[in-house]
């Protein structure tokens, strides 16, 4: 199957950012919430770069660190991780970066998680660990609130009880974000998608690299459909 990076939606946008100084405003506002105001994430003059990564596994020695310097090689300022494999859900940090992750409760299987540089950790506002298929995380911008959902799907070998699930999940997921929230899905949907568009221009892209759509990629345009 081909591994499909998947972002729905990229907000960039916003003016100058003021000062720390001038943003405080009132008597009580701490500077870590001044400071969450005036983030450069997703902001107009900055580039927040997004990249995931399905690592197959990080329960291994050495492998965190391996991950962490490839992150840091490229600029990556929120790298999405699947397959991490490690049991239960929790947030760490790792030198300068912070890695949130939702695992399976008793076996090292399957597993998703975000890893988040020092600005972006600083915008995190909220995050949910919802199984070991999806994770979800809320940025506080400039000016929109940005929730990222990072999501690794059952492979085309899953019975079809699984996959329904997951999607069910997602769409329950989807709909308790707040309506105003910019959304980003992305991670590895397993799924298989030709370049054939016809009917679904609207609803994917022109580049598509599978020889057939499978049936995950059909789950996949029925989702996007009902977005």
């Not at 199957?1 to 100084?21: K, Q, T």
């Not at 919430?33 to 995931?52: S, W």
């Not at 950790?121 to 979800?136: F, Q, R, V, Y």
């Amino acid at each position: 199957d081909c591994n499909y990076n998947l972002v729905f939606e990229l907000w960039r946008g916003g003016v100058e950012i003021p000062s720390l100084d001038d943003t405080m405003k009132g008597i009580g506002q701490s500077r870590k919430d001044a400071r969450i105001l005036t983030t450069q994430v997703f902001h107009a003059k900055t580039i927040t770069t997004m990249a995931r990564w399905n690592v197959r596994t990080l329960y291994q020695t050495g492998k965190k660190d391996q991950v962490m310097n490839e992150m840091n090689k490229y600029g990556i300022d929120i790298l999405g991780l699947c397959e991490m494999r490690w049991t239960g859900s929790g947030k760490i940090m790792h030198n300068d970066t912070t890695i949130i992750y939702s695992g399976n409760s008793k076996e090292h299987i399957r597993g998703v998680g975000l890893c988040l540089n020092k600005i972006c950790a600083e915008a995190l506002i909220g995050w949910k660990p919802i199984n070991d298929h999806i994770l979800t995380a809320r940025l506080q911008t400039r000016h929109a609130k940005v929730t990222i959902i990072q999501v690794y799907a059952p492979t085309s070998t899953t019975n079809d009880t699984v996959k329904d699930d997951f999607y069910q999940i997602l769409q329950e997921t989807l709909n308790e974000i707040p309506r105003h929230d910019v959304k980003i899905i992305m991670g590895d949907l397993n799924a298989q998608i030709s370049s054939d568009r016809v009917g679904l221009e609207s609803t994917i892209g022109p580049h598509g690299i599978g020889k057939s759509t499978n049936d995950n990629g059909e789950r996949f345009f029925t989702f996007l459909q009902y977005e």
